[in-house]
């Protein structure tokens, strides 16, 4: 067995493990593959493992993933990088899901770009939980005006939110773990189609399952050699 079936494996455990020993509201995670600057081949080997949705952060090196492994219909290609609105278009084009909007002109470019014959493209909104100056993300204190201008939107699905805490001491870390929660129940019960919380990558797996996390997004504990 390879490394990245072996990691797999044991990240599958894991989550099994975390599901039935936590009191957590999540019932099923969503694993996606953060394959930035994994090849083909690595993405090749996940799907064997039973691997189907995958991050991308750079949008042309995720267009030309999605190119070469158009054949498989299977997969299902996240974009969760910083998102520039001269980008947007890329993205309503090639992608099935975008994690990553954090304001309104994204919102309007990617329901403009997305070709009508597709289905809408799902969309979180990227919630800067810790409120670091430089982080992405829309602030917690004007998220809800967002929520609803891309709740209106014909070519997007509204599905939730997505959020990436900043490591911090052990007693102050789990106050954005809680925020973020909130805001996801909010959001849940004020819109029908909300149903994703996109909440943890290979360092905060657990801490995010505790606070109802249902999608995390996982790099280098797949990858990892
Ligand atoms: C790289 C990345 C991840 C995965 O982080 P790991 O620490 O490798 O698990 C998750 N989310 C985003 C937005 C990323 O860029």
Not at 20 to 46: G, H, L, R, Y
Not at 204 to 214: G, L
Request: net charge positive; with cysteine.
């Amino acid at each position: 067995m390879n490394n990245i079936e072996n990691n797999i494996k044991i990240l599958k455990k894991k989550i099994q493990y975390l599901l039935t020993n936590n009191n957590t509201e999540s019932k099923k995670i969503k694993i996606i593959a953060a394959s930035k600057n994994q090849s083909v081949e690595n993405i090749q080997t996940a799907l064997l493992s039973g691997i189907y949705e995958f991050g991308e952060n750079y949008i042309q090196e995720g267009i030309n993933k999605i190119k070469k492994l158009k054949k498989n219909n299977k997969i299902i290609w996240h974009f969760i990088g910083k998102l520039q609105s001269k980008k947007t278009k890329l993205v309503a084009q090639y992608f099935d899901w975008c994690q990553t909007i954090d304001r309104e002109k994204i919102a309007i470019l990617l329901n403009k770009y997305r070709i009508k014959q597709k289905v809408p493209i799902n969309v979180l909104i990227q919630i800067n939980i810790s409120e670091e100056n430089n982080k992405n993300g829309i602030s917690i204190r004007n998220y809800q005006k967002l929520a609803e201008i891309v709740s209106k939107m014909p070519n997007l699905n509204f599905r939730g939110i997505m959020a990436m805490p900043k490591k911090k001491k052990e007693i102050i870390k789990y106050q954005d773990y809680k925020n973020i929660n909130n805001i996801f129940n909010i959001l849940k019960h004020k819109y029908q189609s909300v149903d994703t919380l996109s909440l943890g990558t290979s360092f905060d797996i657990k801490t995010a399952i505790m606070y109802n996390s249902n999608m995390i997004r996982i790099g280098k504990s797949i990858f990892k050699n």
